[in-house]
């Protein structure tokens, strides 16, 4: 971990350097050691290893070093005010021992990772410990059910829930691992697209706050970058590559969750995906998934079979409710597992519109329904 402002000045200059990228960074590392002494060198040596262009960038102070180190170094050093407490902080680097391991066997691993929360477990944190789970930012109810029960049931397994913080489907995820947190254990990790200093979207703003409490929230980005749309798409490599697999839980044909998933496999990691209904848009990436080979998964006792865990569970735990049983009765059969509209059920099930809506108000206030935008309904498993 970074330690004195002498080294963190270092590696934030090299960062903030206009043109220089890992793989010209990784040379240079190679030939001259640390930034350290990287910056005392001359132009005509900084040739020898990367190209002119390069050399007489490295010459130069980038223009927002100097502050950037202040506010960076003064949020290392946080120890609040008034008796308060504050989070632990770290910022670590390519060598240091707390570096996670796995990010180093991804093609492309951030030179500089900042950390917030339970910094001490970064220490032999290992991707046989992790799992992805991913989806769409506007998940159907009982996506948002499967991310919840699925995190929740595989965090008491034994696993470190990795997202990213996003509405839906993330922080879904992010909610079922801290329901499920244990003293001293790493319940979820959220991976974000901003500088630390801030949250992204605002409304996770208290369950950051709790991730960091009982997990770890990382960046690649300095202090004060705001939410730019190219960020996210890169950080989703750093989620894939912190775990052993990657389970999706709902995503369009265009969501951003697939690009996790591609970078999953391209990093040799397994692939899961929950199946939905066929008219749900938010199911159409996970089926594409699984036609490609994704491992189709409805319970998390399918997950751990997958990946050869052990099971803490004594019978499988189903969450994708597609089984009738003695307790479907009465409306329940006529709802099925799609969205259907009001019209539609009724012609279903034949019964007069009071009757129905009664009925239907009765099952979602139980929790066995939910109303959809549209004027659909759509029953929810029991999870």
């Known amino acids: 971990m970074i ?21 010209a960074i990784r040379r240079l590392l190679a030939a001259f050691g640390l930034p350290t002494a990287l910056f005392s060198q001359s132009e005509s040596a900084l040739r020898q290893v990367v190209s002119p262009r390069q050399s007489r960038a490295l010459q130069q102070e980038p223009e ?15 120890t609040g005010s008034g008796g308060e407490a504050v989070l632990p902080r770290a910022i670590v680097t390519w060598g240091d021992n707390d570096y996670p391991r796995a990010l180093l066997d991804i093609p492309d691993p951030p030179m500089i990772l900042y950390a917030l929360g339970q910094t001490a477990g970064l220490n032999g944190l290992s991707s046989a410990s992790c799992l992805a789970i991913v989806g769409s930012r506007n998940p159907t109810p009982q996506g948002t059910q499967n ?59 208290a369950l950051a706050h709790r991730i960091a409490q009982h997990g770890l929230i990382l960046s690649e980005y300095p ?35 697939l690009i996790t998933a591609k970078q999953a496999v391209e990093q040799g990691k397994e692939v899961l995906a929950i199946p939905g209904s066929i008219h749900a848009t938010q199911s159409k990436g996970c089926h594409a998934l ?76 139980d929790g066995r329904l939910a109303r959809l935008p549209g004027g659909l309904f759509q029953r929810l498993g029991r999870g």
């Open 290 to 365: 699984i036609k490609q080979g994704a491992k189709l998964v409805e319970s998390a006792q399918d997950v751990l079979d997958e990946l050869r865990l052990p099971d803490p569970f004594k019978t499988p735990t189903r969450f994708v409710d597609d089984v009738q049983t003695p307790e479907d009765d009465g409306l329940l059969v006529h709802l099925g597992f799609d969205p259907v509209h009001l019209d539609a059920l009724q012609a279903r099930c034949g019964w007069d519109t009071a009757s129905l809506q009664a009925e239907l108000l009765t099952l979602e206030l």
């Open 223 to 257: 202090l004060g970058t705001p939410p730019l749309n190219a960020n996210f798409p890169k950080r989703n490599r750093i989620i894939a590559g912190l775990s052993q697999a990657t389970l999706v839980v709902e995503a369009a044909l265009k969501s951003g969750s």
């Open 64 to 78: 927002s070093w100097q502050s950037l180190l202040d506010d960076t170094w003064a949020w290392l050093q946080a």
């Open 3 to 23: 330690t004195s402002p002498e080294e963190l000045s270092a590696w934030l200059r090299l960062s903030l350097t206009e043109g220089i990228g890992n793989d």
């Open 147 to 205: 991310a919840l029960a699925f995190a929740q049931s595989l965090r008491a397994a034994g696993l470190t829930v990795v997202s990213g913080l996003a509405l839906g489907i993330d922080g879904a995820a992010h909610e079922g691992a801290l329901s499920s947190a244990a003293p001293g254990a790493l319940a979820t990790i959220a991976v974000v697209g901003t500088g630390l200093d801030r949250v992204y979207p605002k409304h996770h703003l």
